[in-house]
């Protein structure tokens, strides 16, 4: 596929590649140089009181409590009462 350069720098994205990455108006995306090539890529932005959950130590406790939750090690209460039982134990 071919585009080209038009006034105030503009290029038009081809129609297929819209649709195969999902792209819609309004979306971000990060240009990158590397070498003679331009990389457009898509990105979601988070605001910044957000950041923190995708830290990499964020993320990986999350994996962590996921593998938890799924080897049963995470207990859950069916009510107030029940809750602050098993907090005696």
Avoid: H
Wanted: charged letters at 35%.
């Amino acid at each position: 596929m071919l585009t080209e350069i038009r006034s105030r720098s503009q290029i038009t994205i081809p129609v297929e590649i819209i649709k195969k990455l999902d792209l819609k108006k309004g979306d971000t995306l990060e240009i990158k140089v590397d070498g003679d090539q331009i990389i457009l890529r898509p990105v979601v932005t988070v605001p910044k009181e957000q950041a923190f959950f995708w830290t990499n130590k964020w993320q990986q406790e999350e994996k962590q409590v996921e593998k938890e939750i799924e080897n049963e090690k995470i207990n859950s209460a069916d009510s107030k009462e029940q809750l602050f039982k098993d907090l005696e134990l």
